[in-house]
């Protein structure tokens, strides 16, 4: 693996700190991380970001296919020749923002659900996160390199700090688990904080599923956009249009203390609070 440095020097570039590019130094490390995503022989990954290949190298050596995603078209032509001096024809390149890519037609086109691989930004983290969330019926198994406090909020219990709208969203439906940590001083140009390499694994239907998954999420939203608040405020100031004394009704309904904070919920919690609202709604509808 040729360093990030000498390849950015020869190719007269330079990394973009608006896109968060921080490319990883170490050949060991990127492939422990392929290690420890478990890519078999028949396995389709996505990559996002590959960047200079760190990744991408090893993830071809033992997967079926690599697709990775990069919306730096600077870096597409030198990934190409890296690729080609490694003697590697299993990765196809697509430029383009990760953001806008359709991933249930790449899981349709590759005829399997997708392996995800990458090293996130911290500044489209959270919503690549999400996005994966939609998509999970699409994906078996996520590997991601976050920024550490990214991580925190990702694999956070009720109670913590930490604890936030992701936990909640991934706890539904997914099993998190920190696989190493990985220092600043690994990559090039060095970050200011360490990451942490994150294991998602989407599981199958949710022991306490929502009746409406959309209305979930909603109501998670809400409660953590004021999540200093009690929740009867943090609810009836949110865009669910809910009376303050009709969000203490509903609460109480759940078996939730209006006086509790988001952050105490647990995810079973809020899954019952949401069907509760989802059923009032109903009436409402009705004109009961």
Not at 30 to 51: H, M, S, T, Y
Not at 83 to 101: K, S, T
């Amino acid at each position: 693996m040729t360093s990030p440095r000498a390849l950015l020097t020869a190719w007269n570039i330079q990394a973009k700190k608006q896109l968060g590019q921080n490319f990883l130094n170490d050949p060991n490390v990127a492939r422990a991380i392929v290690n420890k995503a478990g890519i078999a022989g028949d396995d389709v990954v996505l990559e996002i970001g590959p960047g200079l290949g760190a990744m991408t190298v090893p993830a071809a050596a033992v997967a079926c296919r690599v697709i990775a995603v990069d919306k730096d078209d600077r870096l597409i032509d030198l990934l190409r020749t890296e690729l080609l001096a490694a003697g590697i024809e299993n990765v196809e390149i697509r430029e383009a923002d990760i953001l806008r890519v359709d991933l249930d037609a790449i899981a349709r086109e590759a005829g399997r659900p997708l392996v995800v691989l990458g090293n996130l930004p911290y500044n489209i983290s959270s919503q690549v996160v999400v996005q994966l969330i939609h998509a999970r019926r699409r994906i078996d198994r996520a590997v991601l390199m976050l920024q550490k406090e990214m991580a925190q909020r990702i694999c956070a219990g009720p109670g913590s700090k930490d604890y936030g709208r992701l936990s909640v969203m991934l706890g539904y439906c997914a099993e998190t688990k920190v696989l190493m940590q990985v220092r600043a001083p690994l990559f090039f140009p060095a970050p200011k904080v360490d990451s942490t390499v994150v294991g998602i694994r989407f599981a199958g239907p949710p022991p306490l599923p929502a009746d409406d998954e959309a209305l979930l999420f909603r109501v998670v939203k809400a409660a953590f956009g004021k999540r200093r608040k009690t929740l009867r405020n943090a609810l009836s100031q949110s865009d669910l249009k809910l009376e303050p004394a009709i969000c203490e009704q509903l609460l109480e309904k759940a078996r939730i203390d209006h006086q509790r904070r988001a952050e105490s919920l647990s995810v079973a919690e809020f899954v019952r609070l949401s069907n509760g609202i989802g059923s009032y709604r109903k009436i409402v509808e009705a004109g009961g």
